[in-house]
């Protein structure tokens, strides 16, 4: 074998049917952190064969340059840079600039998108009335779905994905009217005025000051509460491929517009198992109830044949500690400190915190408090009901769908998202009438259709 061809035998993985003994060679790829992956995209097409990979585990459905993730050893990268460093050095509008064009701002670069961003917070007149069209009980999340899908029906300036000017327009867009979509989606909900960004405030600080100003009164921003939702938005702003990022993709596959996209994303966020898990926790310790049940529940928790879980503890992702919860433990402490606050579900979950870090169990299981745990306690301590801890997410994490909207737009390798499937159901048979399939003795329950009994 030539050196060629053993170069090329190295840098590649051989799949071999053991039925038939037959091989194939599948090529090898290797990230900037020395990660290796098989190259199946030309499996189906060589050999006939699907891989089958439920919830994508194993599978990198696209190459990307914005987030890096190894969750053995605890770490988070955004374009190179840990998360800890840009929570601590950084702040939202800067990192918003760097996930979208790949480095930090020069400070004529800063002041400029600052700016643009701060041009484009007010939302048109017609689509405020559109919230009138809800419920007032309406869940704030259905209200985000559909402002942010029917932002397309009133710029149409920048809904044409090929015209790189409206891609950028359409994401400092998105960016800057979330926290008004989602301020006045939760005003709404108290039959409040709706509220006015104010271009001499930043980012965070006009978060607060939307979500719990009032027209009759002044509004004091407390420095101590702006920097944790500055951190708040920074810890969210992107976690790599997670569940409504990739749905984020899909749509924008197909050449979706970046609102329906971007909307898409935050029904799919919607899901408690992805960003419920922090109004998840306050349920939790809704369910244990007081200090003294501690010890019981985290009893429960231990048993494999009990139900109760403990939320807010451990990742899917990462096998050791949450870098995100490292920065998100010492703002939750900072906020309580401040606000001195004297509510007993909130001193519940310290004491939770506290005993969860020094028991065994947990520490050998590497079932840390994760950044749930932390932002779900700081936006109950701040006044937000649960019903708002999702919104903030998506406040956050929009400028993270963008910037993977963004990418996969370029991206000559993306295709229309066509995921495969095992079929089980049943082989080809023949077609029976209705008057030769006999009868039931009973009016059917479609129940079991749905997964009932």
Excluded at 349 to 362: C, G, I, S
Excluded at 437 to 443: A, I
Aim: proline share 4%.
């Amino acid at each position: 074998m030539s050196d060629q061809n053993t170069q090329a035998a190295a840098d590649s993985f051989t799949l071999t049917d053991n039925s038939t003994g037959e091989s194939w060679q599948l090529p090898a790829r290797v990230g900037t952190m020395g990660n290796r992956l098989v190259d199946i995209k030309a499996l189906y097409g060589d050999t006939g064969i699907l891989t089958y990979d439920p919830g994508f585990t194993s599978t990198a459905s696209c190459k990307s340059s914005i987030t890096f993730i190894n969750g053995a050893e605890g770490t988070l990268l955004h374009r190179g840079y840990s998360i800890d460093e840009l929570a601590a050095k950084s702040d939202f509008m800067e990192t918003c600039y760097l996930l979208l064009y790949g480095e930090l701002p020069t400070p004529e670069q800063k002041s400029s998108f600052d700016a643009d961003i701060r041009n484009h917070t007010l939302i048109h007149e017609q689509l405020a009335r559109f919230y009138s069209g809800f419920m007032r009980s309406a869940h704030p999340m259905a209200i985000m779905v559909g402002v942010v899908g029917a932002l397309s029906a009133f710029y149409h300036d920048s809904t044409d994905i090929t015209d790189i000017e409206q891609r950028r327009m359409a994401a400092h867009r998105l960016i800057a009217k979330m926290p008004t979509i989602g301020a006045c989606a939760f005003k709404y909900s108290l039959g409040m005025a709706f509220p006015t960004p104010r271009n001499e405030l930043s980012y965070s600080e006009n978060v607060l000051q939307m979500m719990f100003s009032n027209p009759a009164e002044d509004y004091k921003l407390n420095p101590v509460l702006v920097k944790a939702i500055d951190k708040i938005l920074i810890l969210h702003a992107d976690h790599e491929q997670n569940a409504s990022t990739s749905t984020v993709r899909l749509a924008g596959s197909s050449g979706a517009n970046p609102y329906a996209c971007i909307a898409s994303g935050i029904a799919s966020l919607w899901g408690p198992a992805h960003g419920g898990a922090n109004e998840a926790v306050l349920k939790m310790l809704d369910e244990i109830g007081s200090a003294d049940q501690i010890d019981k529940y985290v009893k429960k928790a231990q048993d494999k044949n009990d139900k109760f879980r403990l939320m807010g503890f451990g990742h899917r992702v990462y096998k050791n500690y949450d870098p995100r919860a490292t920065v998100m433990r010492a703002t939750c402490h900072e906020v309580l400190n401040v606000l001195g606050i004297n509510n007993p579900q909130l001193e519940l979950a310290m004491k939770l915190e506290e005993r969860a870090l020094k028991d065994a169990y947990f520490i050998d299981k590497k079932l840390y408090p994760n950044v749930d745990f932390y932002s779900g306690i700081i936006l109950k301590a701040m006044g937000f009901p649960t019903s708002m801890f999702t919104v903030m997410f998506a406040i956050g994490r929009t400028v993270g769908w963008i910037s993977h909207w963004k990418e996969m737009l370029v991206d000559d390798e993306q295709k229309i998202g066509r995921p495969r499937q095992l079929y089980t159901g049943e082989a080809k048979r023949p077609y029976v009438p209705i008057d030769k399939r006999g009868h039931t003795e009973k009016k059917t329950s479609w129940s079991w259709l749905w997964g009932g009994k």
